[in-house]
């Protein structure tokens, strides 16, 4: 079955250092990789939806200056998360919609990241 | 209200019995996705539907457009069962094809 990798699955940075999450699909072409973020017992919140070779769609409230998408290829979506600061801690999921089956439900390991 | 509601948000069973986890949506879906979470955070896809019914081993989901409802159910379920079971709303071919997510039930199994 199809298969997205998220790395790192763990991650402890400094404030003001930034952070660089990848989101892989394996065997498939991913033309749409969804960001979510999951805070503690409440479910996934999506961030932002980023396509290849364009810019990404954020969610409102979402700083896309915080939040750096990059989609530059077909299998490869990255986050970054600039001058993180605490609260900025949470559990971050990446998606990917296949480009043949148009469908949402690949999911990444998830990035738990905690800002110190 | 959501637009995605799920019952139980909670729910403990002891291992062998048979679990319903139920999924209400308001909205018009083209399918609905059931989740599996478990504590370390990761998330498997069970099961995408959009009409009838899906088996997959012990786990058997079911959906009713009309009503707009759907049920996951675990047969003999077993303590690895234990998890955070996530219901998913999803219009493709809409104008975002975002998913709405219900908030989670979670699930204890004791031996």
């Known amino acids: 079955g199809a298969v997205v990798s998220q790395h790192p699955s763990r991650v402890i940075c400094k404030s003001g250092t930034s952070v660089k999450i990848e989101c892989r699909s394996l065997?498939?072409?991913?033309?749409?990789m969804f960001w979510y973020r999951q805070f503690p017992k409440q479910s996934l919140m999506l961030m932002a939806t980023?396509?290849?070779?364009?810019?990404?769609?954020?969610e409102q409230g979402v700083e896309k200056d915080k939040f750096l998408i990059n989609h530059a290829s077909l299998t490869l979506s990255t986050l970054t998360v600039t001058s993180a600061h605490p609260e900025d801690s949470s559990f971050y999921i990446c998606s990917a919609r296949d480009r043949w089956k148009n469908t949402e439900a690949f999911f990444g390991q998830g990035t738990r990241l905690t800002v110190v | 209200k959501n637009e995605v509601e799920q019952s139980p948000q909670n729910l403990t069973a002891q291992e062998g019995e048979f679990i319903t986890i139920n999924c209400s949506y308001s909205?018009?879906?083209?399918?609905l996705h059931w989740l599996q979470q478990h504590p370390g955070g990761g998330i498997v896809s069970l099961f995408m539907l959009s009409s009838g019914k899906k088996k997959h081993g012990r786990l058997i989901a079911t959906i009713n457009i009309q009503e707009k409802h759907s049920s996951l159910h675990i047969t003999a379920s077993h303590p690895r069962d234990s998890a955070v079971y996530i219901c998913a709303a999803a219009n493709y071919g809409g104008a975002t094809n975002k998913l709405i997510f219900g908030t989670g039930t979670l699930l204890a199994v004791q031996p």
């Open positions: 909205v018009g879906i083209s399918a």
């Open positions: 980023s396509n290849e070779g364009s810019k990404a769609t954020y």
């Open positions: 065997d498939f072409q991913a033309t749409t």
